[in-house]
């Protein structure tokens, strides 16, 4: 028997052992099927884009042999299998799994999962095997398969691995494949590894053929006069950057926009106190004609999306009108009724808007944040200027609101309780996702009105309003996360493309806001404040707030939350509206949890008093935070 046979034995062997000994260990029954045993490479193991988030064990071999050798599996499997070992309840366990984090006791069950593993392929090397292997499990760690160079060591060198691969399930939950990875010399199968494909050796010094002599000269050389200062060597020209094939472009852009809108309808849901549902995803290419005739027909608002990073460009972030009334409507809490109304009459402007603009900063979050962690390429998405469209009116051969070209959309339908959503479009310029490579079919499956081999219209750069400074009141928590509100009112007369204008200076004597849901609640803070001369100013929830930052100079704001939060949030998105940097605000609630905290501090909390508080509390809150006027 070769050796190669040889190894595959006591491999399958092992792998068919795993599902009795884990299970024993997890007092589940656990199955492993689907028993493949491979040779390959590096980047033949990690060529498909779509493998997800991956736990990386790193183990080590002794004996005869020595080296590292790695153990892969989803993350999200390996929270399930460490939270069934130490018995957490199934919605705790589901909740890891789905947020794909493997932390804490998690982690560290998990690795209790992977030293039986370890020593279930010890055994078989010790019963089957000619000379002894012992494999030790070290460390668990995240892997993000779709950002691992193939030609850098980590997370492990290029080369040839024999890979025993099964796929394993618990009950009716299939936790996917989970792959052994050992270098292919510690099998001693250096002889029969798969070697990648290599480039054709060229001579370092290649000289050229010499020419003969031309006609009517003699063979005799004359003599070479040698130059003092012989010419420098030009500069070698630095390598074209190596672009992907428009397939696996394509392929890598759509998992990561698979996991960004999963992420995203999880984060605006929290945003606006009611879950919101995305599916029916569709990633395709398209055009400025086909995404106008096929895609996007109705009044719509279009959100300017700066792309920042190894990648620049302006993509959008499309939605029908009476979508962004519902969503902004919602976020600040407006009475059914008036969102109907508003929803009805195509009224897009003020609160709304300015709320509207919060989803988008909410959903370019997400994106920046799940490209970070998923994409090959550094980039990030910065939502702009916002505007309405009326697609009816758009001229293909203009630039408005951007140029013909290729284009890549990823659409997804929005589902809310109570109301009848449609779209989101997420639209990019082909060049920003490295998908402008050749030319590409539009959603119809026909060509775009680009020629085939011309490249694509370049994008105009953007001109997006700056971002507040991180730690500014009003701006936002990092520079990746979230920026500052710059919605483009209907009429159009602001832009972010036009310098902002000075605001005159408040006439009115500076004021503490104090915002509650009855007046009487402020009872306690004007007290205190008056005491040590503030000037007051009491507000419940439904009043506006930006004439107050007109007139007079703000020193600071108490909110004073109900037990639910949701109106004070609301209040809170009002002040992030004003359109004035935020003083100090000091939130004030009688239940505080963890989630309310953060959620508070996202809000601009500068500081939180649990209530009731007593008059020293409040006095010190307000003396650390509170400036008053020179």
Not at 17 to 32: M, R, Y
Not at 201 to 206: A, I, L, N, S, T
Not at 232 to 241: T, V
Not at 452 to 461: D, F
């Amino acid at each position: 028997m070769d050796q190669r046979a040889i190894i595959d034995v006591v491999c399958k062997s092992a792998t068919e052992n795993l599902a009795g000994e884990i299970g024993a260990l997890l007092g589940q029954e656990l199955v492993c099927s689907d028993i493949q045993l491979n040779l390959t490479t590096k980047d033949d193991l990690f060529s498909d884009p779509g493998r997800s988030k991956t736990a990386l064990t790193r183990m080590t071999v002794e004996g005869d042999r020595q080296g590292d050798c790695y153990l892969l599996t989803r993350i999200s499997s390996a929270a399930i299998l460490g939270g069934t070992l130490i018995m957490l309840p199934e919605d705790v366990i589901e909740e890891s799994a789905q947020s794909e984090k493997l932390d804490g006791e998690l982690d560290d069950a998990f690795g209790e999962v992977a030293n039986i593993i370890a020593g279930v392929f010890t055994q078989s090397f010790v019963d089957k095997y000619k000379k002894t292997l012992r494999f030790i499990k070290q460390s668990v760690e995240d892997l993000i398969p779709t950002k691992i160079d193939p030609a850098s060591d980590e997370p492990f060198p290029p080369g040839n691995y024999h890979v025993s691969r099964c796929n394993i399930s618990i009950g009716d939950k299939d936790l996917g494949p989970l792959e052994l990875v050992v270098p292919a010399a510690i099998f001693e199968l250096e002889d029969d590894a798969v070697e990648p494909a290599t480039a054709t050796e060229v001579p370092d010094e290649q000289q050229p053929a010499e020419a003969p002599p031309e006609a009517g000269l003699t063979s005799e050389a004359e003599p070479v006069v040698q130059s003092d200062n012989p010419p420098a060597e030009p500069e070698p020209a630095p390598p074209a950057e190596k672009k992907p094939t428009f397939a696996d472009a394509k392929k890598i852009t759509d998992v990561v926009f698979n996991a960004t809108i999963g992420q995203a309808g999880e984060e605006i849901g929290a945003l606006l106190g009611h879950p919101l549902k995305c599916d029916d995803i569709q990633l395709v290419m398209t055009s400025k004609a086909d995404f106008f005739s096929n895609h996007c027909n109705d009044n719509s608002v279009l959100t300017h999306m700066k792309v920042t990073g190894d990648r620049e460009g302006l993509g959008f972030m499309v939605i029908q009108v009476p979508d962004a009334v519902v969503l902004g409507g919602t976020l600040i809490m407006l009475p059914e009724d008036q969102i109907e109304e508003q929803k009805n009459n195509g009224q897009f402007d003020g609160d709304v808007a300015d709320a509207y603009g919060e989803v988008a900063n909410i959903l370019s979050g997400s994106l920046t944040q799940t490209f970070l962690d998923r994409y090959p390429k550094q980039l990030r998405f910065i939502k702009t200027e916002t505007e309405t469209i009326v697609p009816t009116k758009i001229e293909t051969a203009s630039d408005q609101p951007f140029p013909e070209g290729n284009y890549y959309l990823a659409s997804f339908a929005i589902q809310m309780e109570g109301h009848e959503l449609n779209r989101i479009l997420l639209v990019f310029p082909a060049e920003v996702f490295d998908l402008d490579n050749e030319q590409a079919p539009d959603s119809t499956q026909e060509s775009t009105a680009t020629a085939a081999g011309q490249p694509a219209q370049s994008t105009p750069e953007a001109n997006a309003a700056e971002q507040p400074a991180p730690g500014e009141w009003g701006g936002p928590p990092s520079p990746e996360a979230t920026t500052a509100a710059t919605t483009t009112q209907a009429s159009g007369q602001e832009s972010a493309k036009t310098p902002a204008q000075p605001m005159p200076e408040p006439t009115g004597p500076p004021i503490v806001l104090v915002i509650g849901n009855q007046k009487t609640d402020a009872d306690p803070f004007v007290e205190v404040l008056s005491s040590a001369k503030y000037e007051c100013q009491i507000l419940t929830f439904q009043e506006e707030v930006k004439e107050f930052f007109q007139q007079h100079k703000v020193l600071g704001v108490v909110l004073i939350m109900e037990q639910d939060g949701e109106k004070g949030f609301a209040s809170a998105i009002k002040l992030q509206s004003a359109g004035q940097p935020l003083p100090p605000m000091i939130f004030a609630g009688s239940e505080w949890t963890r989630s309310a905290v953060l959620r508070a501090v996202k809000y601009g909390a500068k500081d939180i008093l649990l209530m009731p508080a007593s008059d020293d509390e409040i006095q010190d809150k307000v003396s650390q935070h509170f400036k008053k006027a020179s």
